[in-house]
């Protein structure tokens, strides 16, 4: 489907719809710069039953060129690709099926956790269940496992300092470093954003769980327990491994568990496959804490095994 946004920019997407429906809906993400439709996320998404929409960002190619001298392509790519393309998806949804969908989810990572959580702050009416990965920060916690655990958790490392402390006199600007929220936001949030002077930031906890995947690298790949069902992409193509994982393997559906049940996810469980390819077995598993708590090695068992590891909630420089 061709859609236009304005008179010098469009976007370009794409819906797929099978047979297995589930009487959900999804839309696809993209990364980087990308105008291109992430073909692999929507078979991956259309296989598991959900009616799956994907779009171009607004623009065609990986190069940034199409945004020069072009607001309205910025516009897009910024956040309204998005919206139009959900909106636009949803209605040959219910045409093909003969009725609407139940439910409405997204699913990205980089550029497309950007664009989720745009979607949750601009158009909050869009999805029920939002799984938005890497947004942000490329950081990432890595096990090195064996003997080598002790040398870099316990032995200072010889080296220079980058950054040894605080820029002299800022120490004038205290509450930047009491760890608390500045006033001002939590004012902005309960009399503008929110219109309640009650509201309560750790309330926050209710509709957004935060679960931080050690030794994963730009949401896919990495020495850890990396492969958490999140796109047919990031797991290298192995679809028939994604179609196996369960409810507690797979973030998407983990997803769907918490808004169609109310049972929001406390754990994923994320697999190390050998050399990053299925014909060779899982390497280990490793159960992915929901934040504060953070999945720790107890420092007596197999560390290869998830049993060896417990969700607990660690000093965040340790």
Not at 148 to 167: K, L
Not at 250 to 269: C, D, F, H, S, Y
Not at 282 to 296: E, G, I, K, S
């Amino acid at each position: 489907m061709f859609v236009a946004t304005s008179e010098w920019s469009a976007i370009s997407l794409e819906a797929w719809f099978l047979r297995n429906w589930t009487g959900r809906f999804l839309s696809t993400e993209n990364g980087g710069l990308s105008g291109c439709i992430q073909y692999e996320d929507l078979a991956y998404t259309a296989a598991l039953g959900f009616a799956t929409v994907g779009a171009n960002n607004g623009h065609n190619g990986t190069s940034g060129a199409p945004f020069l001298d072009n607001l309205d392509v910025f516009e897009d790519f910024s956040f309204r690709y998005m919206h139009t393309g959900v909106v636009v998806g949803k209605n040959p949804t219910k045409t093909f099926y003969g009725s609407p969908y139940t439910k409405s989810y997204y699913l990205g990572c980089s550029t497309g956790g950007r664009q989720g959580l745009k979607s949750v702050q601009d158009f909050p009416e869009d999805f029920d269940g939002v799984v938005a990965g890497k947004y942000q920060s490329d950081e990432y916690d890595v096990y090195y496992g064996g003997s080598s655990w002790d040398d870099q958790e316990h032995i200072q490392i010889e080296g220079q300092f980058a950054y040894p402390r605080m820029q002299p006199g800022s120490e004038d600007v205290p509450f930047y470093y009491n760890g608390a929220p500045s006033t001002y936001t939590s004012d902005w949030f309960r009399y503008v954003v929110y219109n309640d002077p009650n509201f309560d930031v750790t309330t926050l906890s209710d509709k957004v769980v935060l679960i931080r995947i050690s030794g994963m690298h730009h949401c896919s790949g990495g020495p850890g327990a990396w492969e958490i069902g999140q796109t047919l992409a990031g797991s290298g193509g192995n679809s028939n491994y994604l179609m196996d994982l369960d409810l507690e393997s797979n973030v998407l559906m983990a997803m769907v568990r918490w808004v169609e049940e109310g049972i929001a996810p406390e754990t994923v469980l994320g697999t190390k496959i050998m050399n990053d390819t299925v014909a060779n077995g899982v390497q280990f598993l490793r159960a992915h804490c929901r934040y504060p708590l953070r999945n720790t090695y107890d420092g007596v068992g197999d560390p290869t095994k998830k049993e060896s590891w417990n969700c607990l909630e660690v000093d965040s420089d340790s």
